[in-house]
């Protein structure tokens, strides 16, 4: 089981908004601000797209946003495109023994 | 540009040891760690630990503590990560990124795979 709570799958129609939930504790997530979000495709590396909860690094669209309140963090992708499909993943820096911690994965369905 | 390239598949019998390589490039190798994680078939991320290229110092995931072994050589960039007592669970695709507050740069991935 993940330290972090992801849904399982979100799905939304091109040009569409969606919003993908990482929910932990005040040992990470609530605790620093510390939150990142990793794209990855089938078979490939992932992709950093949101850091220190609200940065995109430099080439990642503007579509793409983070936030959060209290234990949760959010991504939210507006302007779906189908290029967009893919698994997203949060991780968190934890006070825990392990430096960082991911969810679970979250698979986006561009229908 | 910075480029992170990992040495290639490997096959393993359950209890070996393996050791996959993570050679930097376009960037201070001593100003950023360097992350590794992994991803068992179908599964998702797992964390595995993270060491200071600047210093050699180290952070393991509890579940690998005793079993890991994550090195750097400064004099040529290169990233170590060293798994032994393989079981049949730690199949997976190992990824190395650099890291400061975040993976933002990864390899390609290495698959290890442990089968009898």
């Known amino acids: 089981q993940s330290a972090l709570t992801q849904p399982a799958s979100v799905s939304g129609s091109p040009g569409q908004s969606i919003t993908i939930s990482c929910t932990g504790t005040s040992s990470d997530v609530g605790g620093y601000n510390y939150v990142s979000w990793y794209q990855q495709h089938p078979g490939k590396a992932p992709k950093l797209m949101i850091y220190?909860?609200?940065n995109r690094p430099s080439g990642v669209p503007d579509r793409f946003s983070g936030s959060k309140s209290g234990n949760t963090a959010s991504l939210t992708i507006s302007g779906l495109q189908a290029e967009d499909e893919a698994d997203y993943y949060c991780?968190?820096?934890?006070?825990?023994?392990?430096?960082?911690?991911f969810g679970g994965g979250t698979k986006l369905t561009v229908l | 540009q910075v480029q992170l390239v990992q040495s290639g598949a490997e096959v393993k019998k359950p209890g070996a040891s393996v050791k996959v390589s993570c050679k930097a490039s376009g960037y201070t190798f001593t100003s950023y760690g360097i992350s590794w994680v992994r991803q068992a078939p179908g599964q998702g991320l797992e964390w595995m630990g993270w060491i200071s290229a600047y210093n050699g110092n180290t952070n393991y995931a509890q579940k690998l503590q005793g079993r890991v072994t994550m090195t750097t050589d400064t004099s040529t960039s290169t990233a170590y990560m060293e798994l032994r007592s393989l079981r049949s669970d730690d199949t997976a695709v190992y990824y190395c990124?650099?890291?400061?507050?975040?993976?933002?740069?990864w390899g390609q991935g290495t698959l290890v795979t442990v089968s009898s």
């Open positions: 220190e909860v609200s």
């Open positions: 990124a650099r890291y400061s507050s975040s993976s933002d740069y």
């Open positions: 991780s968190s820096y934890t006070s825990s023994s392990t430096l960082e911690v």
